[in-house]
């Protein structure tokens, strides 16, 4: 995808504050954005059929959790020991290896027979994972001014979820059309997410294309970092609220596909659009993100929209049509989800420049902990009650708001320039 396309494709579905923001991106944060674009294509289409696949195999919802677990332990080492190799290796080629690690580890469990395997190449997919996470929210941090940190965070978030939107029509509907072309079930599957898996090994593409991929500073220790690092505080209680809804997200939202075809009869087409319509929701809501936090602030913003999505989500559960659960599903993404952006920017507001890897990469070793811990749990619950899990989430999430809300409330969004992007009537 190149830099001139995506800017072609994106722009015009921008409001006007946030064209006049993306002026001041740099080419290097489109660049990423591309990436964050094929990479997100590919996780609509797995997160559509993977789960669907692995049950359809004969495997049961605990292996589904183990191998989310997996991917959770790769992705909390990486996002321990990354941060001091992002100055040492530079962002670029740990990108590319990102790229090459969800790629083909999630090509090599469309074909390795047997549980064992499959659990194993989820720690290389968790590596991948690790490294985009770690890398992704510091390297859109050093490339938009401050007046402009908010918008590229929710051009970044909204983007994803509608390349997940685009890739979640692809996972619904490329097994029927193989289906129709004489393939059978589990094969269409297989090979649908061998399509996944190559525009996510793809990505490597746009992300050779980066200029400047080290950041500011000499290259230290991991000791020396750690010595240097001044965020203690903030990194304690970024924490918390982190962990809480990570564990109570593991609880459930790997099981969402499997919830809605095993439970609610849902075909694979219909748990594609489901998936989909949930995303393109959720990107239209991030475009809002920037006036809630003038309005309410960073902290604000990120309570009042997961507290108001708690009623949809216990809903969910008690659900006896699709159609009904669909609703609930998209209003609750789309509240819980809305202000990712804004949380983004709280992470790293006023925490200084060499001290954002490390929280990054700190806040997404808890993140990732949390959801092992939730995920492995969650698959032995799903294969007792697919109902019980929903209610666990929701208490999570309340806990993590509240912590959020307690810990976090004295983040202020740094002092604007007279230069700042604002709304007009």
Not at 69 to 80: E, K, R
Not at 85 to 90: D, H, K, T
Not at 194 to 216: D, F, K, N, T, Y
Not at 282 to 307: D, I, K, Q, Y
Request: glycine share 12%; charged share 15%; net charge positive.
């Amino acid at each position: 995808m190149s830099l001139d396309l995506l800017k072609r494709l994106v722009r015009p579905f921008l409001p006007r504050d946030y064209r006049a923001a993306a002026r001041s991106f740099t080419p290097d944060a489109w660049r990423y954005l591309a990436v964050a674009a094929m990479q997100n294509i590919g996780f609509g289409v797995l997160g559509t059929v993977f789960a669907i696949y692995l049950k359809d195999a004969g495997l049961s919802e605990a292996v589904v959790g183990d191998v989310e677990g997996a991917l959770a332990i790769g992705s909390a080492i990486t996002c321990l020991a990354l941060p001091p190799l992002v100055a040492r290796v530079g962002y670029r080629r740990l990108i590319v290896i990102a790229a090459l690690a969800l790629g083909v580890s999630r090509l090599g469990q469309a074909f390795v027979p047997g549980a064992v395997g499959i659990v194993a190449l989820g720690l290389l997919y968790g590596v991948g994972e690790g490294s985009m996470q770690t890398i992704g929210t510091a390297f859109l941090a050093e490339h938009a001014p401050a007046r402009a940190r908010t918008y590229l965070f929710t051009v970044d978030f909204t983007l994803r979820v509608g390349a997940m939107f685009v890739g979640a029509l692809i996972g619904g509907f490329l097994p029927d059309v193989l289906g129709a072309a004489g393939m059978v079930d589990l094969s269409a599957l297989r090979t649908t997410i061998a399509v996944g898996a190559l525009l996510m090994a793809g990505s490597l593409l746009p992300a050779r294309l980066i200029e400047h991929s080290r950041p500011a500073g000499k290259p230290v220790s991991y000791r020396e970092s750690i010595r240097a690092f001044t965020s203690w505080g903030r990194l304690g209680r970024l924490l918390v609220p982190e962990t809480l809804i990570s564990f109570g997200a593991g609880l459930s939202m790997p099981f969402v596909a499997l919830f809605l075809k095993h439970r609610l009869g849902a075909s694979v087409d219909q748990v594609g659009m489901i998936q989909a319509a949930s995303s393109i929701g959720m990107a239209f809501a991030a475009f809002g993100s920037p006036l809630f936090a003038r309005r309410l602030g960073l902290v604000g913003t990120v309570v009042t929209t997961e507290l108001l999505s708690l009623p949809f989500l216990v809903m969910v559960p008690l659900s006896t049509g699709l159609p009904t659960a669909a609703a609930l599903l998209l209003v609750r993404g789309v509240l819980m989800n809305m202000s990712w952006p804004v949380y983004n920017q709280l992470a790293t507001e006023g925490v200084p420049a060499a001290d954002r890897p490390l929280v990054v990469g700190w806040v997404r070793f808890g993140w990732s902990i949390a959801w092992f811990g939730g995920s492995v749990l969650g698959g032995r619950l799903m294969t007792l009650s697919y109902t019980l899990p929903w209610y666990l989430t929701a208490g999570f999430y309340a806990a993590g708001a509240f912590s959020t809300l307690i810990l976090l409330r004295g983040v202020r969004a740094e002092a604007a320039s007279p230069a700042v992007v604002e709304s007009r009537p």
